[in-house]
């Protein structure tokens, strides 16, 4: 019977023939069972080792009559190989075991073979590998020498070993993956801990640093703190050095007692203009009583009265001393005076 055939036009009538032959089967085992009342004693004698998978316990247990309406149910809800342990092929191998000779039973075995042929193929196509077992199982039963069942069986193991190899590629590729992105976040992790490492470090040294340079700044400001007392320190002795050799000089200088003392002559531009002004000078007196030396320290203004402040003094006339004494003197210059 061709595959193609049975899948298109016979599909449809399958179930009512099916119905039809078990009909004719009943009639037929009616008689067999008053004339041959031991075959049924046989059959149920068969030992439970026996039984095929392929049939489930429960119905390989049922009797023919409950078999046939079993059967004819399931054609009529077009159950005719599936669900396990309600479906026809189950049935009718059920019956055959206990009717091996029924014509009818192996008649209706035979159309419904190639449904479950079809069956096995579509669950092997989406890899149901298990209910393509158990169809194959059926089918095997039915005919053991049927010329589909090597290729199914390899089309399972084959399959089964796809199946098995694209699982553990996916297991591997999962694994992977995981092992990735564990070796990713080990990574992060290290990264974030070696920022956060340098981070600190850099914190740690620009603590160092600010504090290294508030050190410098604090010793530098103390060092120039100690120069500057230093400083006034040093100031302070000269200037109290200074006051004492000019109060020892005082004291060891003789005593200056003026003789003559012309007051200077008062510019005449300076005059006119009102202008007043002093001046401060050094002059040296010999031991004569005369001036001998004289030099302006201090004028304001400046270069106004200077000449005449000098010529003033450098005639200036003291009483003989024991030796020179330098001294100073200011002279004022007042047009009012």
């Not at 007051?263 to 009583?289: F, K, M, N």
């Amino acid at each position: 019977m061709s595959y193609v055939t049975i899948h298109g036009k016979a599909r449809l009538l399958a179930p009512a023939l099916l119905l039809a032959t078990l009909a004719a089967c009943s009639g037929k085992d009616q008689p067999a069972a008053a004339t041959s009342p031991a075959a049924p004693a046989a059959s149920t004698a068969t030992p439970a080792a026996a039984v095929e998978p392929a049939v489930s316990a429960k119905v390989q247990s049922m009797g023919t009559e409950q078999l046939r309406d079993s059967a004819s149910a399931a054609l009529r809800d077009n159950r005719m190989y599936a669900p396990a342990g309600d479906n026809a092929m189950e049935y009718y191998l059920a019956l055959r075991d206990k009717l091996p000779d029924d014509a009818a039973v192996k008649s209706a075995l035979t159309d419904l073979q190639p449904y479950t042929l079809i069956a096995a193929e579509q669950s092997l196509a989406r890899e149901d590998f298990a209910e393509t077992q158990r169809l194959v199982a059926l089918i095997e039963k039915v005919d053991d020498s049927a010329p589909a069942l090597p290729r199914l069986k390899q089309g399972i193991t084959s399959g089964m070993q796809v199946a098995v190899k694209r699982t553990q590629d996916e297991t591997d590729k999962i694994k992977k993956e995981t092992e990735n992105r564990a070796k990713q976040l080990v990574e992060q992790q290290r990264l974030a801990q070696q920022q956060a490492t340098e981070a600190a470090a850099a914190k740690q040294i620009a603590t160092q640093q600010e504090a290294a340079r508030q050190e410098s700044e604090r010793q530098e400001a103390e060092r120039q703190a100690v120069a500057r007392r230093e400083a006034e320190q040093r100031a302070q002795q000269q200037a109290a050095q200074q006051a004492s050799a000019r109060q020892a000089a005082a004291a060891a200088a003789p005593t200056l007692r003026a003789v003559s003392t012309p007051a200077p002559r008062y510019p005449a531009e300076a005059l006119r203009s009102g202008t007043a002004g002093e001046v401060l000078v050094e002059i040296t007196v010999g031991t004569d009583g005369s001036v001998t030396n004289a030099r302006v320290l201090r004028a304001n203004p400046a270069r106004v009265f200077d000449r005449e402040a000098l010529n003033a003094v450098k005639r200036w006339k003291f009483e003989p001393v024991s030796s020179e004494v330098t001294t100073r003197r200011t002279l004022a210059f007042a047009p009012n005076s």
